[in-house]
């Protein structure tokens, strides 16, 4: 073997072991994105969940609507009894 082949096998090995470097690298940083992500979601969801409790808890008693029929309320103002 001469050293044309030894150089051209080890430069070979190197780039596929710099490719498996860097391929770990780019798992880990995938990973960690995933991660934040999820983090995030959950907080966010927790925040709005938190408003639409707090907003249900503060929202104002509303009537009826206006196309509901044969309520007991809308029976006793017709007949006027109370």
Not at 5 to 34: H, I, M, N
Not at 56 to 68: L, Q
């Amino acid at each position: 073997m001469n050293s044309d082949e030894a150089r051209a096998r080890a430069e070979t090995v190197f780039k596929k072991e710099q490719q498996a470097r860097e391929g770990a690298q780019a798992w880990l940083e995938y990973q960690a994105q995933a991660r934040a992500t999820q983090e995030k979601t959950a907080r966010l969801r927790a925040l709005r969940l938190a408003k639409e409790a707090s907003d249900k808890a503060t929202a104002p008693i509303k009537n009826a609507p206006s196309g509901v029929r044969g309520s007991a309320l809308a029976y006793s103002e017709k007949s006027g009894s109370t």
